[in-house]
């Protein structure tokens, strides 16, 4: 996905295209609707709590400093819950809205210009 944008990127996240850090957040229950394939979330600090909640399959999980979920945030509700501490997230994934970059260039294909 990444190999398609022009200028010969060079992503530190590929595959993914998208890179979010969520720094002392504790979030409402929400899926990703943007989102195409999986997420994947990593969890640092010194804390404690925190867990990420996903509702579907009805999970709870205590992800430690460290630590790292894939899932389908699309599909999934998911949230955090409160924590005492340090707590910070990387979340990266791909939106769907990049399936039309790889299949025009965002209508860009033609444009003698662009490439």
């Known amino acids: 996905m990444v ?19 969520n720094i002392g957040v504790c979030t409402e229950a929400h899926r990703d609707v943007g989102d195409r394939d ?26 430690g400093n460290g630590d790292f979920l894939a899932f389908h945030s699309r599909d999934t509700t998911h949230f955090n819950l409160h924590y005492k501490g340090s707590r910070a997230s990387f979340v990266l994934s791909t ?21």
């Open 3 to 21: 190999e398609s944008l022009p200028g010969q990127p060079g992503s530190l996240v590929s595959p993914f295209v998208s890179f979010v850090v």
């Open 95 to 115: 939106d769907r809205a990049f399936t039309g970059w790889e299949d025009t260039d965002n209508g860009w294909s033609g444009n003698k210009f662009f490439h």
């Open 38 to 63: 999986i997420c994947l979330v990593l969890s640092i600090g010194q804390y404690a709590g925190g867990a990420l909640a996903l509702r579907e399959p009805g999970l709870v999980l205590e992800l």
